[in-house]
């Protein structure tokens, strides 16, 4: 009794039916499901902040949360978090105030970025609003990013990373 070519057409004749009858999915129409999320994902190998070192920005590379994503957002929070011991050590400071968080970022079309802060725009100095804009830019996927800044009715920008 030969059995094997008969399991195998058995077989054949099986794949076949699965496949023409799908998986029960069946068609609809477009379900509207809102407003897409918004803050975007930054790279999760490596976070670029941009600190103060000699009243000038310097940016500095960190390595990611292990594997897992980092939102623009969360960035900016460890922008005004400071910089770590090893970073003042080397002489790098923050002029973004720990209460400018939290943050959101909203991604607009065509490279612009707005940053939301929990202090008023206008009343952060020059070298903050550089830090934000550089950090908040550097999370884009397309460069270079317009940035603005708004908190407490007051908006700053669009500007761009000078570096």
Do not use: W
Not at 40 to 61: E, K, S
Not at 92 to 99: F, H, I, K
Not at 108 to 115: D, F, K, N, T
């Amino acid at each position: 009794m030969r059995t094997g070519p008969a399991r195998l057409a058995l077989a054949a004749g099986l794949v076949s039916l699965a496949a023409a009858t799908g998986c029960g999915v069946r068609p609809s129409d477009v379900v509207d499901a809102g407003e897409p999320p918004s803050g975007g994902v930054a790279p999760a190998t490596t976070i670029t902040l941009y600190l103060v070192r000699n009243g000038r920005l310097d940016a500095v590379t960190r390595p990611g949360p292990g594997g897992r994503p980092l939102f623009k957002a969360d960035t900016l929070a460890l922008l005004a978090a400071g910089p770590s011991a090893r970073e003042r050590a080397h002489g790098l400071t923050s002029d973004v105030p720990p209460e400018a968080g939290p943050f959101s970022v909203t991604v607009r079309p065509a490279g612009h970025l707005v940053v939301t802060l929990s202090v008023a725009a206008g009343d952060l100095s020059a070298l903050a609003v550089e830090q934000i804009v550089c950090t908040a830019a550097a999370t884009a996927p397309e460069s270079p990013a317009h940035v603005t800044l708004v908190g407490a009715g007051r908006s700053v920008g669009p500007r761009d990373c000078p570096e």
